[in-house]
Protein backbone atom coordinates (compact mmCIF):
# COMPACT_ATOMS: atom_id res chain seq x y z
CA UNK A 1 0.00 0.00 0.00
CA UNK A 2 1.01 3.64 -0.88
CA UNK A 3 -0.33 5.71 1.27
CA UNK A 4 -3.71 6.66 3.06
CA UNK A 5 -4.77 10.05 3.95
CA UNK A 6 -8.22 9.71 5.62
CA UNK A 7 -9.99 10.34 8.54
CA UNK A 8 -11.22 6.69 9.75
CA UNK A 9 -7.98 5.00 8.12
CA UNK A 10 -6.08 6.23 10.55
CA UNK A 11 -6.25 5.95 14.81
CA UNK A 12 -9.46 5.60 14.53
CA UNK A 13 -9.37 3.05 11.98
CA UNK A 14 -6.88 0.94 14.28
CA UNK A 15 -9.35 1.76 17.35
CA UNK A 16 -12.62 0.24 15.20
CA UNK A 17 -10.66 -2.49 14.20
CA UNK A 18 -9.35 -3.46 17.59
CA UNK A 19 -13.48 -3.29 18.56
CA UNK A 20 -14.16 -5.59 15.75
CA UNK A 21 -12.12 -8.43 17.20
CA UNK A 22 -14.76 -8.08 20.18
CA UNK A 23 -17.39 -7.77 18.41
CA UNK A 24 -16.93 -9.28 15.17
CA UNK A 25 -16.33 -13.13 14.21
CA UNK A 26 -13.15 -13.99 13.62
CA UNK A 27 -13.23 -17.21 10.97
CA UNK A 28 -11.97 -20.61 13.60
CA UNK A 29 -9.00 -22.31 11.80
CA UNK A 30 -10.58 -25.03 12.76
CA UNK A 31 -7.75 -27.14 9.72
CA UNK A 32 -4.78 -25.32 9.91
CA UNK A 33 -2.95 -27.65 7.72
CA UNK A 34 -4.47 -27.27 4.84
CA UNK A 35 -3.71 -23.98 4.68
CA UNK A 36 -0.29 -25.02 4.65
CA UNK A 37 2.07 -25.36 1.44
CA UNK A 38 5.16 -26.95 0.94
CA UNK A 39 8.40 -24.25 1.21
CA UNK A 40 7.69 -22.10 -2.25
CA UNK A 41 10.33 -20.32 -3.53
CA UNK A 42 9.73 -16.53 -3.68
CA UNK A 43 9.36 -15.17 -7.19
CA UNK A 44 11.66 -11.64 -6.51
CA UNK A 45 14.21 -13.20 -4.42
CA UNK A 46 14.39 -16.64 -5.38
CA UNK A 47 14.82 -17.94 -1.76
CA UNK A 48 12.89 -20.65 -0.01
CA UNK A 49 9.99 -19.42 2.10
CA UNK A 50 7.68 -20.75 4.75
CA UNK A 51 3.77 -20.11 3.11
CA UNK A 52 0.74 -21.13 4.80
CA UNK A 53 -1.22 -19.47 1.23
CA UNK A 54 -0.31 -21.42 -1.76
CA UNK A 55 -0.20 -19.70 -5.28
CA UNK A 56 -4.01 -21.18 -6.13
CA UNK A 57 -5.26 -20.05 -2.34
CA UNK A 58 -3.82 -16.30 -3.11
CA UNK A 59 -5.19 -15.98 -6.63
CA UNK A 60 -8.77 -17.14 -5.15
CA UNK A 61 -8.59 -14.86 -2.16
CA UNK A 62 -8.07 -12.17 -4.25
CA UNK A 63 -11.01 -13.35 -6.67
CA UNK A 64 -13.17 -13.91 -3.83
CA UNK A 65 -12.49 -9.93 -2.32
CA UNK A 66 -12.65 -8.25 -5.44
CA UNK A 67 -16.48 -7.91 -5.73
CA UNK A 68 -16.22 -6.86 -2.09
CA UNK A 69 -13.59 -3.57 -2.80
CA UNK A 70 -16.05 -2.64 -5.97
CA UNK A 71 -19.01 -2.81 -3.86
CA UNK A 72 -17.28 -0.77 -0.86
CA UNK A 73 -15.87 1.82 -3.20
CA UNK A 74 -17.35 1.71 -6.49
CA UNK A 75 -15.60 2.21 -10.00
CA UNK A 76 -15.04 5.32 -11.26
CA UNK A 77 -16.56 5.63 -14.93
CA UNK A 78 -13.92 6.86 -17.36
CA UNK A 79 -13.42 4.62 -20.21
CA UNK A 80 -10.08 6.52 -20.94
CA UNK A 81 -8.56 6.39 -17.91
CA UNK A 82 -9.49 3.05 -17.16
CA UNK A 83 -7.85 1.99 -20.53
CA UNK A 84 -5.05 3.76 -19.58
CA UNK A 85 -4.31 2.02 -16.49
CA UNK A 86 -4.84 -1.33 -17.82
CA UNK A 87 -2.66 -0.80 -21.04
CA UNK A 88 0.07 0.47 -18.79
CA UNK A 89 -0.32 -2.37 -15.82
CA UNK A 90 -0.52 -5.39 -18.62
CA UNK A 91 2.84 -3.62 -20.31
CA UNK A 92 4.02 -3.78 -16.72
CA UNK A 93 3.39 -6.56 -15.62
CA UNK A 94 5.07 -9.06 -18.70
CA UNK A 95 8.32 -6.94 -17.67
CA UNK A 96 7.75 -8.26 -13.81
CA UNK A 97 8.64 -11.04 -11.90
CA UNK A 98 5.26 -13.17 -12.15
CA UNK A 99 4.23 -12.50 -15.69
CA UNK A 100 1.69 -15.22 -15.71
CA UNK A 101 -0.77 -13.94 -13.45
CA UNK A 102 -4.15 -12.70 -14.90
CA UNK A 103 -3.62 -8.85 -13.58
CA UNK A 104 -6.32 -6.96 -13.00
CA UNK A 105 -6.11 -3.41 -12.64
CA UNK A 106 -9.20 -0.51 -11.52
CA UNK A 107 -9.90 2.77 -10.42
CA UNK A 108 -11.87 3.39 -8.01
CA UNK A 109 -14.44 6.05 -6.96
CA UNK A 110 -13.04 7.55 -3.92
CA UNK A 111 -11.48 10.59 -2.85
CA UNK A 112 -8.74 8.99 -0.69
CA UNK A 113 -4.93 9.42 -1.91
CA UNK A 114 -3.84 5.68 -1.84
CA UNK A 115 -3.19 3.02 -4.49
CA UNK A 116 -3.41 -1.06 -2.80
CA UNK A 117 -2.88 -4.52 -4.08
CA UNK A 118 -4.86 -7.93 -3.60
CA UNK A 119 -3.54 -11.23 -4.05
CA UNK A 120 -3.64 -12.71 -7.31
CA UNK A 121 -2.57 -9.70 -9.41
CA UNK A 122 -5.63 -7.47 -8.13
CA UNK A 123 -4.19 -3.60 -8.29
CA UNK A 124 -6.47 -0.75 -7.46
CA UNK A 125 -5.98 3.33 -7.46
CA UNK A 126 -8.56 5.72 -6.10
CA UNK A 127 -9.29 8.77 -8.37
CA UNK A 128 -7.94 10.48 -5.34
CA UNK A 129 -4.62 9.15 -6.23
CA UNK A 130 -4.80 9.81 -10.27
CA UNK A 131 -5.53 13.36 -9.37
CA UNK A 132 -2.53 13.89 -7.44
CA UNK A 133 -0.12 12.92 -10.05
CA UNK A 134 1.70 15.42 -12.41
CA UNK A 135 2.84 13.04 -14.72
CA UNK A 136 2.76 9.70 -16.35
CA UNK A 137 6.17 8.50 -14.62
CA UNK A 138 4.76 9.42 -11.32
CA UNK A 139 2.09 7.04 -12.20
CA UNK A 140 4.02 4.44 -13.78
CA UNK A 141 6.44 4.17 -10.28
CA UNK A 142 3.46 3.83 -8.24
CA UNK A 143 1.90 1.12 -10.42
CA UNK A 144 5.22 -0.43 -10.20
CA UNK A 145 5.46 -0.67 -6.53
CA UNK A 146 1.53 -2.03 -5.97
CA UNK A 147 2.65 -4.79 -8.66
CA UNK A 148 5.81 -5.60 -6.94
CA UNK A 149 3.50 -6.54 -3.37
CA UNK A 150 1.64 -8.45 -5.92
CA UNK A 151 5.40 -10.36 -7.27
CA UNK A 152 7.33 -10.81 -4.05
CA UNK A 153 3.90 -11.82 -2.70
CA UNK A 154 3.69 -9.57 0.56
CA UNK A 155 0.11 -10.15 0.76
CA UNK A 156 0.81 -14.04 1.48
CA UNK A 157 3.56 -13.20 3.52
CA UNK A 158 1.25 -10.47 5.83
CA UNK A 159 -1.41 -13.33 5.87
CA UNK A 160 1.20 -15.92 7.24
CA UNK A 161 2.54 -13.74 9.71
CA UNK A 162 -1.22 -12.89 11.18
CA UNK A 163 -2.18 -16.80 10.97
CA UNK A 164 0.58 -18.15 12.55
CA UNK A 165 0.02 -15.02 15.68
CA UNK A 166 -3.42 -15.93 15.47
CA UNK A 167 -3.24 -19.45 16.28
CA UNK A 168 -2.85 -19.22 19.94
CA UNK A 169 -6.01 -17.05 20.63
CA UNK A 170 -8.04 -16.56 18.42
CA UNK A 171 -10.79 -18.78 19.80
CA UNK A 172 -11.22 -16.92 22.55
CA UNK A 173 -12.27 -13.90 20.27
CA UNK A 174 -14.99 -15.36 19.19
CA UNK A 175 -18.60 -14.19 19.41
CA UNK A 176 -20.09 -14.95 16.56
CA UNK A 177 -19.61 -16.88 13.50
CA UNK A 178 -22.71 -15.13 11.58
CA UNK A 179 -22.14 -11.18 12.93
CA UNK A 180 -20.39 -10.64 10.11
CA UNK A 181 -24.13 -10.02 8.54
CA UNK A 182 -24.21 -6.62 10.24
CA UNK A 183 -21.05 -5.42 8.26
CA UNK A 184 -21.00 -5.48 4.33
CA UNK A 185 -19.90 -7.89 1.93
CA UNK A 186 -16.52 -6.10 1.57
CA UNK A 187 -15.38 -7.52 4.84
CA UNK A 188 -13.21 -9.94 3.36
CA UNK A 189 -11.80 -7.27 1.39
CA UNK A 190 -11.41 -4.86 3.10
CA UNK A 191 -9.68 -6.47 5.88
CA UNK A 192 -7.14 -7.65 2.92
CA UNK A 193 -6.65 -3.89 2.08
CA UNK A 194 -5.94 -2.84 5.83
CA UNK A 195 -2.58 -5.30 6.17
CA UNK A 196 0.42 -3.47 6.98
CA UNK A 197 3.18 -4.07 4.91
CA UNK A 198 6.22 -3.79 6.72
CA UNK A 199 8.82 -1.42 5.84
CA UNK A 200 11.39 -4.16 4.65
CA UNK A 201 8.25 -4.87 2.19
CA UNK A 202 7.96 -1.21 1.65
CA UNK A 203 11.43 -0.81 0.46
CA UNK A 204 10.99 -3.60 -1.75
CA UNK A 205 8.42 -2.62 -3.30
CA UNK A 206 9.71 0.68 -3.92
CA UNK A 207 12.74 -0.97 -5.77
CA UNK A 208 10.60 -3.05 -7.65
CA UNK A 209 8.46 0.18 -8.55
CA UNK A 210 11.60 1.56 -9.52
CA UNK A 211 12.99 -1.89 -11.48
CA UNK A 212 9.57 -2.44 -13.66
CA UNK A 213 8.76 1.02 -14.53
CA UNK A 214 12.34 1.59 -16.33
CA UNK A 215 11.94 -1.01 -18.09
CA UNK A 216 8.76 0.42 -19.45
CA UNK A 217 10.73 3.22 -20.49
CA UNK A 218 9.55 5.74 -17.50
CA UNK A 219 11.79 7.84 -15.16
CA UNK A 220 11.98 6.75 -11.90
CA UNK A 221 13.39 9.62 -10.76
CA UNK A 222 9.88 10.91 -10.81
CA UNK A 223 8.17 8.50 -8.43
CA UNK A 224 10.62 9.90 -5.76
CA UNK A 225 9.57 13.19 -6.61
CA UNK A 226 6.11 12.12 -5.90
CA UNK A 227 6.66 11.32 -1.97
CA UNK A 228 7.31 14.52 -1.39
CA UNK A 229 3.36 15.06 -2.55
CA UNK A 230 3.03 12.16 -0.12
CA UNK A 231 4.66 13.99 3.03
CA UNK A 232 2.67 17.19 2.30
CA UNK A 233 -0.34 15.69 2.19
CA UNK A 234 0.55 13.64 5.34
CA UNK A 235 1.71 17.37 7.09
CA UNK A 236 -1.39 18.63 6.16
CA UNK A 237 -3.70 16.00 7.65
CA UNK A 238 -1.97 15.67 10.36
CA UNK A 239 -0.84 12.04 9.86
CA UNK A 240 2.89 12.25 10.28
CA UNK A 241 4.12 9.87 13.11
CA UNK A 242 7.62 9.31 14.15
CA UNK A 243 9.37 7.13 12.08
CA UNK A 244 9.85 4.27 14.93
CA UNK A 245 6.11 3.86 15.26
CA UNK A 246 5.48 3.68 11.41
CA UNK A 247 5.58 0.74 9.69
CA UNK A 248 5.31 2.59 6.45
CA UNK A 249 8.80 4.52 5.62
CA UNK A 250 9.01 8.01 6.01
CA UNK A 251 8.34 9.67 2.70
CA UNK A 252 11.63 11.83 3.18
CA UNK A 253 13.51 8.66 3.81
CA UNK A 254 11.86 6.93 1.07
CA UNK A 255 12.94 10.30 -1.32
CA UNK A 256 16.62 9.42 -1.69
CA UNK A 257 16.45 6.10 -1.80
CA UNK A 258 14.68 5.92 -4.50
CA UNK A 259 16.29 8.34 -6.37
CA UNK A 260 19.56 6.26 -5.74
CA UNK A 261 17.89 3.27 -6.84
CA UNK A 262 16.84 5.07 -9.85
CA UNK A 263 20.03 6.14 -10.66
CA UNK A 264 21.59 2.73 -10.60
CA UNK A 265 19.00 1.30 -12.87
CA UNK A 266 19.16 3.35 -15.56
CA UNK A 267 22.73 2.94 -15.25
CA UNK A 268 22.38 -0.87 -16.23
CA UNK A 269 19.57 0.25 -19.03
CA UNK A 270 20.38 3.27 -20.53
CA UNK A 271 17.73 4.59 -22.40
CA UNK A 272 15.57 7.99 -23.30
CA UNK A 273 13.07 7.45 -20.47
CA UNK A 274 9.40 9.48 -20.37
CA UNK A 275 8.30 11.60 -18.37
CA UNK A 276 4.91 12.83 -20.44
CA UNK A 277 3.39 15.43 -18.12
CA UNK A 278 1.06 17.18 -21.05
CA UNK A 279 -0.46 14.09 -21.86
CA UNK A 280 -1.25 13.13 -18.23
CA UNK A 281 -2.61 15.52 -17.31
CA UNK A 282 -5.08 15.86 -20.32
CA UNK A 283 -5.70 12.03 -19.55
CA UNK A 284 -7.22 13.27 -16.04
CA UNK A 285 -9.02 16.51 -17.42
CA UNK A 286 -12.50 16.79 -15.61
CA UNK A 287 -11.98 13.68 -12.97
CA UNK A 288 -13.38 14.61 -9.96
CA UNK A 289 -11.94 16.39 -6.67
CA UNK A 290 -12.57 15.38 -3.20
CA UNK A 291 -16.22 14.33 -2.35
CA UNK A 292 -18.73 13.84 -4.86
CA UNK A 293 -21.83 15.13 -3.36
CA UNK A 294 -24.26 12.89 -5.44
CA UNK A 295 -22.90 9.90 -3.25
CA UNK A 296 -23.78 11.10 -0.41
CA UNK A 297 -21.92 14.12 1.76
CA UNK A 298 -21.16 15.52 5.46
CA UNK A 299 -21.54 18.74 6.22
CA UNK A 300 -21.86 20.41 9.78
CA UNK A 301 -22.25 17.23 11.63
CA UNK A 302 -25.23 16.12 9.34
CA UNK A 303 -24.98 13.43 6.44
CA UNK A 304 -26.99 14.48 3.12
CA UNK A 305 -27.83 12.12 0.34
CA UNK A 306 -29.00 14.08 -2.58
CA UNK A 307 -29.86 10.99 -5.26
CA UNK A 308 -32.07 9.53 -2.28
CA UNK A 309 -33.14 12.09 -0.53
CA UNK A 310 -32.70 12.04 2.85
CA UNK A 311 -30.69 13.05 5.54
CA UNK A 312 -29.35 12.44 9.42
CA UNK A 313 -27.35 13.83 11.88
CA UNK A 314 -24.38 12.06 13.49
CA UNK A 315 -22.81 13.00 17.04
CA UNK A 316 -20.48 15.53 17.33
CA UNK A 317 -16.77 14.65 17.48
CA UNK A 318 -17.57 11.22 15.85
CA UNK A 319 -15.51 10.45 12.54
CA UNK A 320 -17.47 9.43 9.63
CA UNK A 321 -16.83 7.22 6.37
CA UNK A 322 -18.79 7.06 3.31
CA UNK A 323 -18.87 4.04 1.02
CA UNK A 324 -21.45 3.62 -1.35
CA UNK A 325 -22.84 0.32 0.51
CA UNK A 326 -22.72 1.59 4.00
CA UNK A 327 -22.09 4.99 5.91
CA UNK A 328 -19.90 3.90 8.98
CA UNK A 329 -19.12 6.69 12.38
CA UNK A 330 -17.49 6.03 15.10
CA UNK A 331 -15.73 7.94 18.55
CA UNK A 332 -12.58 8.65 18.23
CA UNK A 333 -12.08 6.25 20.86
CA UNK A 334 -13.44 3.58 19.03
CA UNK A 335 -15.79 1.94 21.75
CA UNK A 336 -18.91 2.26 19.87
CA UNK A 337 -19.92 2.00 16.24
CA UNK A 338 -22.80 3.24 13.64
CA UNK A 339 -23.75 1.53 10.86
CA UNK A 340 -26.06 2.48 8.16
CA UNK A 341 -26.86 1.26 5.19
CA UNK A 342 -30.31 -0.08 2.69
CA UNK A 343 -31.64 -3.81 3.89
CA UNK A 344 -32.23 -6.44 1.14
CA UNK A 345 -35.29 -7.16 2.88
CA UNK A 346 -38.71 -5.28 1.25
CA UNK A 347 -40.98 -4.81 4.41
CA UNK A 348 -39.95 -3.64 8.53
CA UNK A 349 -40.66 -6.99 10.24
CA UNK A 350 -38.60 -8.94 7.40
CA UNK A 351 -35.40 -6.80 7.56
CA UNK A 352 -35.59 -6.92 11.47
CA UNK A 353 -36.21 -11.15 11.65
CA UNK A 354 -32.92 -11.29 9.02
CA UNK A 355 -30.54 -9.16 11.34
CA UNK A 356 -32.10 -11.37 14.34
CA UNK A 357 -31.39 -14.61 12.91
CA UNK A 358 -27.88 -13.73 10.85
CA UNK A 359 -26.15 -11.84 13.74
CA UNK A 360 -27.67 -14.30 16.25
CA UNK A 361 -29.48 -12.05 18.18
CA UNK A 362 -31.39 -11.88 21.84
CA UNK A 363 -34.17 -10.09 21.22
CA UNK A 364 -34.79 -7.23 24.46
CA UNK A 365 -37.30 -4.83 23.22
CA UNK A 366 -39.00 -4.49 19.50
CA UNK A 367 -41.51 -2.07 19.04
CA UNK A 368 -43.43 -0.36 16.16
CA UNK A 369 -42.96 3.50 16.03
CA UNK A 370 -42.50 6.64 13.84
CA UNK A 371 -39.73 8.33 12.76
CA UNK A 372 -40.57 11.89 11.09
CA UNK A 373 -44.03 10.53 10.20
CA UNK A 374 -42.35 7.50 8.24
CA UNK A 375 -42.95 4.06 9.40
CA UNK A 376 -40.07 2.39 11.47
CA UNK A 377 -39.55 -0.52 13.86
CA UNK A 378 -37.00 -0.45 17.05
CA UNK A 379 -34.88 -3.21 18.00
CA UNK A 380 -32.77 -3.47 21.51
CA UNK A 381 -31.09 -6.99 20.92
CA UNK A 382 -28.11 -8.33 22.89
CA UNK A 383 -25.19 -10.65 21.21
CA UNK A 384 -23.90 -13.24 23.84
CA UNK A 385 -20.59 -14.80 23.26
CA UNK A 386 -21.30 -18.31 21.99
CA UNK A 387 -19.23 -21.05 24.23
CA UNK A 388 -17.54 -23.46 22.21
CA UNK A 389 -18.63 -26.64 22.60
CA UNK A 390 -16.18 -28.53 24.96
CA UNK A 391 -14.52 -25.51 26.08
CA UNK A 392 -15.55 -23.40 29.21
CA UNK A 393 -16.98 -19.35 28.69
CA UNK A 394 -14.41 -17.24 28.09
CA UNK A 395 -13.46 -14.93 30.18
CA UNK A 396 -13.88 -11.29 29.48
CA UNK A 397 -16.23 -11.54 26.80
CA UNK A 398 -18.95 -9.31 26.96
CA UNK A 399 -21.94 -9.48 25.49
CA UNK A 400 -22.69 -6.47 22.62
CA UNK A 401 -25.59 -4.41 22.80
CA UNK A 402 -27.45 -3.09 19.61
CA UNK A 403 -30.35 -1.02 18.89
CA UNK A 404 -31.42 -1.01 15.79
CA UNK A 405 -33.87 0.94 13.77
CA UNK A 406 -35.60 -0.31 10.80
CA UNK A 407 -37.02 3.09 8.21
CA UNK A 408 -39.42 2.93 5.57
CA UNK A 409 -38.88 5.60 2.74
CA UNK A 410 -38.86 6.01 -1.05
CA UNK A 411 -39.32 2.40 -1.45
CA UNK A 412 -36.56 1.44 0.74
CA UNK A 413 -36.31 0.12 4.17
CA UNK A 414 -32.94 1.50 5.29
CA UNK A 415 -31.27 0.43 8.45
CA UNK A 416 -29.25 2.26 11.63
CA UNK A 417 -27.40 -0.38 13.86
CA UNK A 418 -25.60 1.44 17.04
CA UNK A 419 -23.30 -0.91 18.88
CA UNK A 420 -21.09 -0.90 21.77
CA UNK A 421 -20.18 -3.55 24.58
CA UNK A 422 -23.20 -4.02 26.74
CA UNK A 423 -20.93 -2.71 30.14
CA UNK A 424 -20.52 0.85 26.96
CA UNK A 425 -24.12 0.86 25.40
CA UNK A 426 -25.35 3.84 28.15
CA UNK A 427 -22.94 5.93 27.47
CA UNK A 428 -24.12 5.94 23.77
CA UNK A 429 -27.13 5.42 23.90
CA UNK A 430 -28.41 8.72 23.68
CA UNK A 431 -26.17 9.63 20.58
CA UNK A 432 -27.76 6.65 18.75
CA UNK A 433 -31.40 7.17 19.14
CA UNK A 434 -30.47 11.01 18.54
CA UNK A 435 -29.07 10.33 15.00
CA UNK A 436 -31.83 7.44 14.09
CA UNK A 437 -35.05 9.42 15.51
CA UNK A 438 -33.80 12.29 13.53
CA UNK A 439 -33.90 10.46 9.84
CA UNK A 440 -35.58 12.59 7.68
CA UNK A 441 -36.35 13.64 3.79
CA UNK A 442 -34.07 16.06 2.14
CA UNK A 443 -35.53 19.30 0.78
CA UNK A 444 -33.10 21.69 0.60
CA UNK A 445 -32.81 22.79 -3.05
CA UNK A 446 -28.95 23.41 -2.44
CA UNK A 447 -28.44 20.04 -0.61
CA UNK A 448 -30.26 18.48 -3.41
CA UNK A 449 -28.55 20.36 -5.99
CA UNK A 450 -24.80 20.01 -4.83
CA UNK A 451 -22.00 19.67 -7.79
CA UNK A 452 -18.74 17.70 -7.23
CA UNK A 453 -15.41 19.69 -7.73
CA UNK A 454 -13.51 18.36 -11.16
CA UNK A 455 -10.36 19.47 -12.16
CA UNK A 456 -10.34 21.49 -15.10
CA UNK A 457 -6.80 21.41 -16.66
CA UNK A 458 -5.92 24.90 -18.20
CA UNK A 459 -2.84 26.70 -20.08
CA UNK A 460 -1.76 29.38 -18.48
CA UNK A 461 -2.17 32.75 -20.28
CA UNK A 462 -0.69 35.10 -17.30
CA UNK A 463 2.20 34.02 -15.22
CA UNK A 464 3.32 34.77 -11.62
CA UNK A 465 3.56 33.16 -8.50
CA UNK A 466 1.11 30.07 -8.00
CA UNK A 467 -1.18 31.27 -5.85
CA UNK A 468 -1.77 34.26 -7.62
CA UNK A 469 -2.69 32.05 -11.18
CA UNK A 470 -5.17 29.89 -9.06
CA UNK A 471 -7.09 32.96 -7.78
CA UNK A 472 -7.36 34.20 -11.47
CA UNK A 473 -8.99 31.01 -12.36
CA UNK A 474 -11.40 31.61 -9.52
CA UNK A 475 -9.98 28.62 -7.21
CA UNK A 476 -11.36 29.57 -3.30
CA UNK A 477 -9.14 30.71 -1.05
CA UNK A 478 -9.23 27.69 1.51
CA UNK A 479 -8.46 25.20 -1.28
CA UNK A 480 -5.27 27.25 -2.68
CA UNK A 481 -2.67 24.57 -0.61
CA UNK A 482 -4.69 21.95 -2.01
CA UNK A 483 -4.15 22.61 -5.04
CA UNK A 484 -0.48 23.30 -4.54
CA UNK A 485 -0.30 20.27 -3.34
CA UNK A 486 -1.96 18.57 -6.02
CA UNK A 487 0.35 20.39 -8.96
CA UNK A 488 3.16 18.93 -6.79
CA UNK A 489 4.33 22.73 -6.44
CA UNK A 490 4.44 25.39 -3.30
CA UNK A 491 2.12 27.90 -3.44
CA UNK A 492 4.81 31.18 -4.15
CA UNK A 493 6.67 28.84 -7.21
CA UNK A 494 6.35 30.50 -10.19
CA UNK A 495 3.96 29.65 -13.52
CA UNK A 496 5.08 30.54 -16.26
CA UNK A 497 3.00 31.51 -19.43
CA UNK A 498 1.66 28.31 -21.81
CA UNK A 499 2.84 26.04 -18.58
CA UNK A 500 -0.13 23.73 -18.03
CA UNK A 501 -1.95 23.64 -14.98
CA UNK A 502 -4.93 22.07 -12.83
CA UNK A 503 -7.35 24.28 -11.30
CA UNK A 504 -10.80 23.90 -10.14
CA UNK A 505 -14.21 23.92 -11.32
CA UNK A 506 -17.71 23.07 -10.88
CA UNK A 507 -19.10 19.88 -12.69
CA UNK A 508 -21.56 21.06 -14.92
CA UNK A 509 -23.72 17.94 -15.80
Known sequence: MIFEVNSLISQTTLNLRIMFRKILPLILLISLPMFISDCARNPVTGKKEVMLMSEAKEQALGD?????????????????MQAFINEKGQQMAKVSHRPDLKYTFRILDSPVVNAFALPGGYVYFTRGIMAHFNNEAEFAGVLGHEIGHVTARHSAKQYTAQMLGQVGFIAGLVVSEKFRGLANEASQGLGLMFLKFGRNHETESDRLGVEYSTKINYDAHEMADFFQTLNRLQQKAGASIPDFLSTHPNPVDRYGKVHAEADKWQAEYPNNYKVNRDQYLKLIDGIVFGEDPKQGFAENNKFYHPELKFQFPYPNGWQLQNAPTMVQMAPQDGK????????????????????????QLTVVDNRNIKVNGMNALAVLADQVPQQQQGQPQQQGQSAIRILSYFIEYGGYIYMFNGMAL??????????????????????????LNRKPWVIKVVKVQNGGPLNNVLKSYDVPADLIEDMAIVNGMQATDRVERGDMLKVLTKKMN
Request: proline share 3%; hydrophobic share 35%.
Open 336 to 359: ALIQFTISSEKTLNAAANKLVQDA
Open 422 to 447: KEDYNRFSNAFKNTFAKFNKLTDPEK
Open 64 to 80: QSDPGIVAAYGLYEDAQ
